[in-house]
């Protein structure tokens, strides 16, 4: 068995009807060869083959008597392929947006927890010809680079599927551990947890410091705006929600996103972060709903090291300062790109202590009983926000992707909107292309002003692109022609014809839109 850390734990205490606490990806391949029903199978029997490659797919949850502790992780060994995986067909025409609805609502479904926490669904007839996979997982068990790690279990680099090691032999296993045995096994974990910190306190006050000395040094920005952020502003994103989901997504090109970052003087996550406050600036100034202060993204950063595979949470939060509040949108870029940076040194410098896993005695009982009433009461209505609006971005894969022998075309995210934070932009990278999937409660963002949302991006990264070139990026270009210009002729053209292969290609138009196909 395996001990479930207080962050993974959290996502199971925090889960409520009104707020299930599941991650998807969402692939849209090729139509594969022959009857839907033989991909169908071909996925199952895939999946089947290789579930002992990944422990997400095997395990399921044995909660602690009394929920005196966290719920630890047993090995099931009956697990029905025919109920964690499923075929359907979106109803007639087929266009994107009858599936986007689709996707809406199976997100809105929580996951059976006397199961495996996972659930894959094989869906076609969209009039595109293509066929989508909708993969959900309880954010319990993954984070989205973890979400990663599970997608190369699950699909290969060639059209040729891959051959992978058969399991070792099981010997079976009790179907539930004995009371004795979790309570003994609860209060041993949670021991080793206590020990564990107080070994941790002297370095922990060293970093503590650390930290409050760049918190300090980054009080100001140029003498002029601060970089510490109090709390966020109430927007119509900031209540209570319910259980029904709004989707939509589009397709970046991710080469020109980071070379439009490069030239205005940031990074691909400063184009996005000013691409989410320009489109929500206006979609709330529009409406007369966009408060004076400034809107605060919460941004998930990651603790794990590169090298690290495992399959749990390793993340943390980050506030950034959106400066709605800003007119000018070269000024916001640079307040923005700023106070990311500020953000994501903190954690730097914090990551040792932010990554040690914090026991607390009947924790189970009390985050559960808190999460049902801060949804009931709509406590948080009244309550001063943290963050308006969480916006993810996760590094995927490279490469194009085959499942079962069919090209995926697009790997989108859907993610989880929550009391308090009722949208949620997600994106992740995926062979040269940026993959937004905007996940909202249905009531606070219906499903037509998830595409507006969608169309005011594409418009913001317009803006963007119109800024004029930052000094230090036209010296940069400067210094790099001149380097060239000392190259040999027909070095120098070699290099040409080899830049011009490699020129990011234009935008795609955004898939999310009922208008359009993917």
Known sequence: MEHLSSIDASFLHLETPETPMHVASLALVDAPEGDITDFYNKVKKLVGDRMHLSGVLTRKLAPMPFELAEPVW?????IDLDYHIRHMTVRKPGTMQEFDQLIGRLHSMLLDRSRPLWEIYVIDGLES????????LHHSGIDGKAGMEFAKVLYDTTEEIRKVIPPRRSRGGAYQL??????????????????????????????WGKAANIMAS?????????????????????????NQRSFARMTLSMGEVKALGK??????????MTMCSEALRGFLKDRGLLPKESLVAMVPASLRSADDDTMNNQVTMIRVDLATDIEDLR??????????????????ELKEVLAVDLPVMGAPWFMTGLASLIGRSRLLNQMPAVGNVLISNVPGPPMPLYIAGARMQHYYPVS?????????????????????????CRRMLPQDEAYELLERLEQALRKIEALPEEAAAAEASASEVKVNETVPAKKKAKAKSSAASKAPRRRKAAAGKPSSAS
């Open 74 to 78: 047993i090995e099931d060994h009956d």
């Open 129 to 136: 010809g293509q066929v989508g996979i909708y993969a959900k």
């Open 178 to 207: 004995g009371f004795a045995e979790l309570l003994r096994a609860g209060f041993t974990n949670t021991a080793h947890q206590y020990r564990k910190l107080a070994g941790m306190m002297p370095v922990t006050a060293n970093l």
């Open 218 to 242: 980054q009080s100001m920005r140029s003498g002029e705006r601060p970089l510490n952020l109090g709390m966020a502003p109430r927007t119509i994103f900031n209540e209570s929600i319910t």
């Open 263 to 272: 030239r205005a003087g940031g990074t691909i996550n400063t184009v996005i």
């Open 331 to 348: 000024e916001r870029f640079h307040a923005i790109h700023d106070s990311s940076e500020a953000g994501k040194s903190v954690v730097r």
């Open 416 to 440: 989880i909107p929550y009391h308090g934070s009722g949208l949620n932009i997600t994106l992740h990278s995926y062979a040269g292309q940026l993959e937004f999937g905007i996940t909202a």
